[in-house]
């Protein structure tokens, strides 16, 4: 059939309306420039993404479009007028919301007082549990969210705290949503549906501002990419068309990074040298069983090995992790860590060797109103670490900044916590538990919000720690990141509903395959 003659006539293209924009905008931190020059146009019905490496200036350049920060030079427009927002709620009523990398979920309050944090909307001139029903159940279905609006927020997982966030947003009807790393925490079914909203909401004519360290994530989910590069645009809105993988990398790292390690490899080339030895059993679980979590799961993790869990959401990586690290403790079935001990606390769990590394930086991690190096020596101030406590405090400084130096954080040991961007503070909680040179390591999401540099380091890092000393240490790495998995671990365990269905190593170890053996048995 000729082809005018299916279908409606092609609609011509609408030009591209401008709703958001920052124009040669700078900021500086005690002197220091961290936003030079830097500008974005945001236009309706589109997902533009911002990249750059840890401590470019991204989340600084959106909280300036949404009024968290002011900017010493530069303008924004919203509608081409000139707006200076003096609160993020001013923003937020002039239709720019911010969901940030920080979650900013209150734990204590329900989900529905989380969700309309100015309260709950009314009926008949009263608060309204039903009227609140009605607005949030078809945006917390759109993002498969099924809560209930009485639940505290404080109960829910990272994923589920960090989609509750964007359907926060999506309530107030914005014409702007800036997404800071919406996915760090996300599995990948909630990934898939996170960009199923995304089309959606495009599709209303909102502007999406995307800010994500995972570069197909923005090759896929968007039409438009701007490059921050220390605080500076190297590459402008480009249309997504026009570039690729190596491009963005480039733009981030400069030339001489241009053939990165990419995230996407299909599966490792079996490990080069002479096969690695796996040393004696550090870790083994016998038959443990957490009600509801975990169901007679058995492993051992040696020495010299990095072993991998994978599984969906609620499978039961972590809880291994969590009983391991005496978190949780098992109704039946045994734990053992090195020297045949039963972990019974995560302190004394830390007192045997155990570093307990969590992804979640901001309930588990860091003092942010600390220096660095505080927090890094900080277990070790405790009187956890196994090598004595009245250690110097000139020794402590000396050794974070060695621990800081070879995981590439930022700006000196001396500096407030707090003051780090998001991904050098998620190297300081990894630095910290470094400190206390465990045995036995166990990682949740380690390089969750890292930037490609600093991960392929923290890889290094992970690996040269499992093989270093006479012993070696054994490592059990979570991630909701298949390369990783991929690309750092010996072998996999896949878990689904509490129980370990497979272990993947060598050729069978690829992307492909885990995420198979992950689904497998939830088609349809
Ligand atoms: N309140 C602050 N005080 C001092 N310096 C700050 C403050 N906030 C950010 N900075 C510095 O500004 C720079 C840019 O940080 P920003 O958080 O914008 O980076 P980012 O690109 O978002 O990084 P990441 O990917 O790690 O989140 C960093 O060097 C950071 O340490």
């Known amino acids: 059939m000729p082809a005018e003659h299916v279908g409606p006539p092609p609609v011509p293209p609408h030009p591209p309306r401008t709703v958001l924009a920052a124009t040669a905008v700078g900021k500086r931190y005690d002197g220091i420039p961290v936003l030079a020059e830097a500008g974005i146009t945001l236009r309706a019905g589109e997902v533009h ?15 300036i479009l949404s009024g968290v920060v002011r900017p010493d030079a530069g303008r924004v427009l919203l509608d081409s007028r000139e707006v200076a927002f003096a609160t993020s709620r001013q923003a937020s009523a002039a239709g720019v919301a911010l969901v940030s ?50 639940t505290r927020a ?56 995307y800010i994500s360290h995972y570069l197909e994530e923005v090759l896929r989910f968007s039409q ?52 690695r030895e796996p040393g004696a059993v550090a870790v083994v679980l ?26 969906l959401q609620g499978a039961g990586h972590l809880a291994v992790l969590e009983v391991t690290g005496g978190r949780a403790r098992p109704a039946s079935g045994s734990v053992r860590l090195p020297g045949g001990v039963a972990p019974r606390s995560l302190r004394q769990a830390t007192g045997q060797g155990v570093a307990f590394v969590p992804s979640d930086r901001k309930r588990y991690g860091l003092m942010l109103d600390r220096p660095v190096w505080e927090n890094i020596t900080s277990v070790s101030w405790l009187g956890l670490h196994r090598g004595g406590l009245l250690l110097h405090r000139r020794a402590l400084v000396d050794r974070a900044a060695r621990s800081a130096r070879s995981l590439r954080v930022d700006g000196g040991v001396h500096r407030r916590t707090g003051e780090l961007s998001g991904g050098n503070q998620q190297k300081v909680v990894f630095a910290k538990w470094l400190d206390t ?17 600093a991960r ?33 671990c010996d072998r ?31 088609a349809g």
Not at 461 to 488: K, Q
């Open 224 to 275: 438009r990419v701007t490059v921050l590069r220390d605080g500076r645009v190297t590459l402008g809105g480009a249309e997504i068309a026009t570039v690729d993988l190596a491009a963005l990398v480039t733009a981030m790292l400069g030339e001489e990074h241009a053939a990165p390690e990419p995230r996407a490899a299909p599966s490792p080339a079996p490990a080069s040298g002479p096969a």
């Open 286 to 311: 016998d038959s443990v069983t957490v009600p509801g979590r975990l169901d007679r799961v058995s492993l051992t993790a040696r020495r010299r090995e990095v072993v991998g869990l994978a599984g």
């Open 101 to 150: 990398q920080e979650l900013a979920i209150f734990g204590d309050l329900s989900v529905a007082e989380n969700l309309f944090p100015h309260g709950l909307p009314r009926r008949a001139g009263l608060t309204s549990n039903a009227e609140a029903e009605q607005r949030a159940r078809p945006v917390l279905d759109e993002l498969g969210l099924r809560l209930r609006l009485d």
């Open 456 to 488: 392929a380091e923290m890889h290094a890092v992970i690996r040269a720690l499992a093989d270093e000393g006479r012993e070696g240490r054994a490592v059990l790495v979570a991630s909701t990141d298949l390369s990783e998995l991929v690309e750092l």
């Open 437 to 453: 040179d465990p045995s036995v390591m166990l990682l949740d999401d380690p390089t969750r919000g890292v930037d490609i540099r």
């Open 49 to 63: 993404a911002l990249v750059g490496e840890n401590g470019a200036g991204k989340s600084t350049l959106v909280k």
């Open 492 to 522: 996999v365990l896949v878990l689904q509903r509490g129980r370990i269905v497979d272990e993947l190593s060598g050729e069978r170890l690829t992307q492909q395959a885990l995420s198979v053996s992950m689904n497998a048995g939830f």
């Open 154 to 209: 404080g109960d829910l997982d990272l994923a589920d705290r960090q989609l509750l966030e964007i359907c926060r947003a999506l309530l107030t009807e914005p014409r702007v949503l800036i997404l800071d790393e919406p996915t760090s925490a996300l599995p990948k079914e909630a990934v898939d549906r996170l960009a199923a909203v995304l089309l959606r909401t495009r599709g209303r004519g909102i502007a999406i501002l």
